[in-house]
């Protein structure tokens, strides 16, 4: 009954800091994304202790707050999260050092008796979270107004979360529309036709199967430059997508890239995008650069040039100081200041610096500090690779299916695949299980 009692006089204030806790925890896995979003995780610790003073919680939660992140460090270190189990261990820490001057805090409120007095307390904290949230209002904007990138990087996670949250939609209530395709689209005022090309391997058309077999092919959309073309695959069987059971889908399976690999990746990421790549970015790359796919100078300047680093507006400085510590790790030593204000543009200075000694000598580097490795994935496909370019070699995919969940007969085996330009297209193939 007390406990009922307690929440019941508790649970405005135990709803705001349960929420800001989640909000915190949200905030540490996007800064393992976005390594310059920390100080929104320091505004909702400050946010939880203020908040817990003037609801008069006590020094006991944070105690609680740094056993639960304590508690989830091993799973995030199982899942092979280093980063976020450091980021998670931080603030174990700091909500340890919170319960400490809480401590201090509910004893100061137990020496203020008169209900005056915790009156005045209360007012106190309360003018203290207004004078918090109006500053942090002000840095936020100011930020807002004088780094451009802000800005840009604001919208671009707006967008991908509306589109995420659109797909879920339309995933779930509106397949016909989720599993179509763009025949033709405008690229710079081009019309280019969809050419998804789905290769199934194993089993063939017509074959018999029993027990698990292992469903292996590849997938490919023929106008894309830089890599497959293809960011999802998907199962389906004895149907459509609405029809059909879904079985399941296909993603590049975990890769343990070389710590060297990793620290010529984040740096270039880091250096020219003002963040650190994606797990899938990490992985694509450093395959193609391990299985010696691509060299080093190639995975620099695609790195470069994929995400439209050249078509920023950026100060001579700027564009320089990226360059320099992107492809040569140190500081820029003002060199190309007169050449750039007279007769060099930023596409000539790049071609000198990634065409540089100095960077030549930085990938011999390289090469000496790691092994190269032999094709033992799934998803290096040479043979693609080398008809339709080698941007298709990581194109390959394998799913394991069960046929003894279904009955003996004849079915029909739908692998659907899906271009972010072009939407989906798909290969069927007709198969009988006879177990």
């Known amino acids: 009954m007390k406990i009922l009692k307690f929440v019941k006089v508790k649970k405005i204030g135990l709803l705001f800091l349960v929420s800001f806790f989640i909000l915190l925890i949200v905030s540490l896995v996007l800064r393992n994304i976005f390594s310059k979003t920390y100080p929104i995780s320091i505004f909702f610790v400050v946010l939880i202790f203020i908040l817990s003073q003037y609801f008069d919680f006590e020094y006991r939660y944070f105690i609680s707050f740094a056993l639960i992140l304590l508690s989830t460090c091993p799973f995030l270190l199982i899942f092979k999260l280093n980063l976020l189990a450091e980021y998670f261990a931080n603030y174990v820490y700091g909500f340890l050092v919170l319960g400490v001057v809480g401590y201090f805090f509910d004893n100061l409120r137990e020496?203020?008796?008169?209900?005056?007095?915790?009156?005045?307390?209360?007012?106190?904290?309360?003018?203290?979270?207004?004078?918090?949230?109006?500053?942090?209002?002000?840095?936020?904007?100011?930020d807002y107004w004088r780094n451009t990138d802000y800005a840009v990087l604001i919208k671009e996670n707006f967008v991908k979360f509306a589109d995420s949250a659109k797909d879920k939609y339309l995933r779930t209530f509106r397949k016909d529309i989720y599993y179509s395709g763009l025949d033709v689209i405008e690229v710079d005022g081009k019309k280019i036709?969809?050419?998804?090309?789905?290769?199934?391997?194993?089993?063939?058309?017509?074959?018999?199967?029993?027990?698990?077999?292992?469903?292996?092919?590849?997938?490919?959309?023929?106008?894309?430059?830089?890599?497959?073309?293809?960011?999802?695959?998907?199962?389906?069987?004895?149907?459509?997508?609405?029809?059909g059971k879904y079985l399941?889908?296909?993603?590049?399976?975990?890769?343990?890239?070389?710590?060297?690999?990793?620290?010529?990746?984040?740096?270039?990421?880091?250096?020219?995008?003002?963040r650190k790549p994606f797990s899938s970015e990490l992985d694509f790359w450093a395959i193609n650069l391990e299985y010696n796919i691509m060299s080093y100078y190639d995975i620099a300047g695609n790195i470069i040039n994929k995400l439209n680093f050249m078509d920023r507006s950026l100060s001579n400085e700027d564009f320089t100081s990226a360059l320099y510590r992107g492809l040569l790790n140190k500081d820029y030593d003002g060199f190309?200041?007169?050449r750039l204000e007279t007769d060099l543009t930023h596409a000539d200075l790049l071609y000198i610096v990634i065409n540089s000694e100095e960077f030549h000598k930085r990938s011999e580097n390289y090469y000496e500090s790691i092994s190269i490795k032999e094709n033992d994935l799934d998803i290096i496909r040479r043979d693609v690779g080398e008809k339709y370019g080698k941007q298709f070699t990581l194109s390959g995919f394998s799913f394991e299916f069960d046929s003894t969940k279904f009955n003996n007969g004849k079915y029909s085996l739908y692998i659907y695949a899906r271009s972010p330009d072009f939407g989906w297209g798909y290969e069927v193939i007709d198969i009988n299980i006879n177990n």
């Open 336 to 338: 190309w200041t007169d």
């Open 193 to 243: 036709s969809r050419d998804i090309i789905i290769n199934i391997d194993n089993p063939k058309a017509g074959s018999n199967i029993s027990k698990t077999i292992d469903l292996s092919g590849w997938a490919i959309e023929t106008n894309s430059i830089d890599n497959t073309g293809i960011d999802k695959i998907e199962f389906f069987f004895d149907g459509i997508p609405g029809n």
């Open 111 to 142: 020496k203020l008796k008169s209900k005056v007095t915790i009156k005045i307390y209360k007012k106190v904290f309360l003018s203290i979270l207004i004078i918090f949230l109006l500053s942090s209002a002000l840095i936020f904007v100011r």
């Open 248 to 274: 399941g889908s296909f993603s590049i399976p975990y890769y343990k890239s070389d710590i060297e690999t990793v620290k010529f990746l984040e740096n270039l990421y880091l250096q020219f995008y003002n």
